[in-house]
Antibody, heavy 121, light 107 residues
Framework: EVQLVESGGALIQPGGSLRLSCATSGFTFSDYWIHWVRQVPGKGLLWVAQINGGAWTTYYADSVKGRFTISRDSAKNTVYLHMGSLRVEDTGLYYC??????????????WGRGTLVTVSS | EIVLTQSPGTLSLSPGERVTLSCRASQSVDNNYLAWYQQKPGQAPRLLIFGASYRASGIPDRFSGSGSGTDFTLTITTLEPEDFATYLCQQYGRAPQTFGQGTKLEI
C-alpha cells in the first residue's frame, strides 16, 4: 500500500526556518516525482514544489523560489521541504503527493494527511 | 499562470439527483491536462478524473469528466450520500499547475 506521511509542521515566527519531511513506503521511491502542495482554508490549494525520482530536477512556485528547497534521501525514502525566510502567507496545511504512475509528474493520486505550518508572531 | 474558475461555489442537492460542475480556464489547457478531485473535511483530496475524461483507479462510473480547451465539466449521474463534498479542478498542462477554488455540494 502506498503511504506518504508528513511531519515537521510547527508554529514559527516570521523570518524563521522549518524543515518538513514526507516519509514514503509501498512503492519504489526513486521511480516517482514527489510534490509539496499547500492548502489554506478559503484560499484553496497551491502547488509549492516538486522533485523527480533521481533528485536532479526540481521546480518551485514563484512565491517560494529562493526561500524553499526540496530534496530527497533515497536511503530513508523521504522527501524534505526546507523552508526559510518564512512569511505569514506561508501558513497552511502542507501535503506531499505522488502521481499515479512513473511516466508522469502529475496529477496527484496519492496524498499524505498533511502537516500544519503556522507563521505568526 | 492559468486561473481556474469553478461554478457554482455551493450547490444544494439531494441524493439521487444528477449534477454537473463547471471549471473554466483563463487560457487553453495544454493537452487537456485537467484533473478533478473530491475533498471531504479533514481529508486530503482524492483524485477522480485526469486528462479531462479518464477515471482514476477505483472511481465509480457515476463520475465522468468532459471538455477541452478552456471549458471542462464533471458530472455525477446519481448522487450518493458519500458524494456530498467539495470538488476541485486542477490544470497541470502548463507551469505552474493551478487549482480552482472548488464547488461544495451540500444536502
Amino acid at each position: 500500500e502506498v503511504q506518504l506521511v508528513e511531519s515537521g509542521g510547527a508554529l514559527i515566527q516570521p523570518g524563521g526556518s522549518l524543515r518538513l519531511s514526507c516519509a514514503t513506503s509501498g512503492f519504489t521511491f526513486s521511480d516517482y516525482w514527489i510534490h509539496w502542495v499547500r492548502q489554506v482554508p478559503g484560499k484553496g490549494l497551491l502547488w509549492v514544489a516538486q522533485i523527480n525520482g533521481g533528485a536532479w530536477t526540481t521546480y518551485y512556485a514563484d512565491s517560494v523560489k529562493g526561500r524553499f528547497t526540496i530534496s530527497r534521501d533515497s536511503a530513508k525514502n523521504t522527501v524534505y521541504l526546507h523552508m526559510g525566510s518564512l512569511r505569514v502567507e506561508d501558513t497552511g496545511l502542507y501535503y506531499c503527493a505522488r502521481p499515479p504512475n512513473t511516466a508522469v509528474a502529475d496529477p496527484f493520486e496519492h496524498w499524505g494527511r498533511g502537516t500544519l505550518v503556522t507563521v505568526s508572531s | 499562470e492559468i486561473v481556474l474558475t469553478q461554478s457554482p461555489g455551493t450547490l444544494s442537492l439531494s441524493p439521487g439527483e444528477r449534477v454537473t460542475l463547471s471549471c473554466r480556464a483563463s487560457q487553453s489547457v495544454d493537452n487537456n491536462y485537467l484533473a478533478w478531485y473530491q475533498q471531504k473535511p479533514g481529508q486530503a483530496p482524492r483524485l477522480l478524473i485526469f486528462g479531462a475524461s479518464y477515471r482514476a483507479s477505483g472511481i465509480p462510473d457515476r463520475f465522468s469528466g468532459s471538455g477541452s480547451g478552456t471549458d471542462f465539466t464533471l458530472t455525477i449521474t446519481t448522487l450518493e450520500p458519500e458524494d456530498f463534498a467539495t470538488y476541485l479542478c486542477q490544470q497541470y498542462g502548463r507551469a505552474p499547475q493551478t487549482f480552482g477554488q472548488g464547488t461544495k455540494l451540500e444536502i
